[in-house]
């Protein structure tokens, strides 16, 4: 029964090591936002989106888990990262 809590507890782990992931995320992407700025360029880039989708889609694929989900969670990072370059 002690094992439970003990996976519980590394998804914790694993649930802090995925925020300051996209934390990490965010802030590459304000600097990115601010280089766009200066350089008078629009904030999405649907081809460096549809790129990212390619790639993760692909990598999830080899990991053995759900692209079309894996997407999904990546749709929302992007929105979420294009946001905070506005």
């Not at 914790?12 to 008078?40: F, P, Y």
């Amino acid at each position: 029964m002690d094992e439970i809590p003990k996976m519980r507890k590394r998804i914790d782990e694993v649930d802090d090591q995925i925020l300051m992931a996209i934390c990490e995320r965010v802030k590459i992407c304000k600097a990115i936002g601010s280089a766009k700025k200066k350089q008078g360029m629009p904030i999405r880039d649907t081809s460096r989106e549809n790129e990212v989708y390619r790639r993760i889609k692909e990598k999830s694929a080899q990991l053995g888990l759900d692209s079309g989900q894996v997407e999904a969670v990546y749709r929302e990072i992007v929105n979420m990262c294009s946001a905070v370059q506005e």
